[in-house]
């Protein structure tokens, strides 16, 4: 059972960062550098993360309660709207803001539409730029880069970081920190997310099955968890738990593409997928798949209530 700490100095910090930036900028993979442990998936698709994730960084003198968001976009479908409307509603309650530019693409109007979003909270919140990836260009190209950042809004600081290489990601917290308030921990030491446990296995499937499928098929999938059981009669030291996941596409071709011929790409979805549930439960775990047809889902009011995507 975890517990909040009795050691804490009076002027402890603690309060809430959110992470914000198109798709595909690196929010969730620096979410997991800062925590120290992987919360959220990440993929080379845009529109990886679909909910606001909350990880915890624990340092002595504070406690960051991050927020990773899904990438703002223009919206095309309704859980597009209703993600970015989601992302914008978290601006409003957080204490500071980090706003990821990867260095190695050219500011665009995606950018400048999020920086003009932020433009309306930036008076009661601060919004650190955070140009990330920097181990993807060139030192003059990171020069550059900064240069464009500082023209694209007014930022409380601007930090340039690599998640990948491990460079700047302390700086990015200090940084971020410096805009918390004086507070107690508000989470118990050592928790490092309050996502569910079955969230985070049907993200795993969600992340195997991102490397293995193309084109329009990442947004026509949604994965959820079934059931998750000890197996019954077991012994003490070699437990193993069943696990079934349903994988909705929106139409059949999809679910033929995403079961492979004779099954063989599912088969190395779960394979892969099993792996990271393992570390996650820490048991052994029987892995059982199915792919089901949820006619436009992402259309749908009824059946994103359904899969799980709660707005309210
Ligand atoms: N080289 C390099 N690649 C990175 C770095 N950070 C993230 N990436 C890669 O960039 C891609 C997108 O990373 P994510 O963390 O999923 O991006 P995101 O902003 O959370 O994306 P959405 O959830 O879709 O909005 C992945 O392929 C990552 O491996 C970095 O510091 N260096
Ligand atoms: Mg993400």
Known sequence: MSMFRTDVPEDHQAGFACFVGRPNTGKSTLTNALVGAKIAITSEKPQTTRHTIRGIVHRDDHQTVLVDTPGLHRPRTLLGARLNDLVVSTLAEVDVIGFCLPADERIGPGDRYIAEQLGQVASRTP?????????????????????????????????????????????????????????PPLYPDG???????????????????????????PHSLAVQVEEMNPREGRPDDSPLWDVHVNIFVERPSQKAIVIGRKGARLKEIGTRARQGIQALLGTPIYLDLHVKVAKDWQRDPKQLGRLGFDFS
């Open 191 to 217: 928790d490092l997310t309050d996502e569910p446990e079955s969230v985070m296995v049907a993200e795993l499937v969600r992340e195997a099955l991102l490397e293995d499928v193309r084109d329009e098929l």
């Open 127 to 183: 919004v650190v730029a955070l140009l990330t990836k920097v181990d993807k260009v060139e030192r003059e190209q990171v020069a550059a880069a900064l240069m464009a950042v500082t023209e694209l809004g007014d930022f409380a600081e601007i930090v340039p970081v690599s998640a990948k290489d491990d460079f700047q990601v302390d700086t990015v917290d200090e940084v971020l920190a410096k805009f918390l308030p004086l507070s």
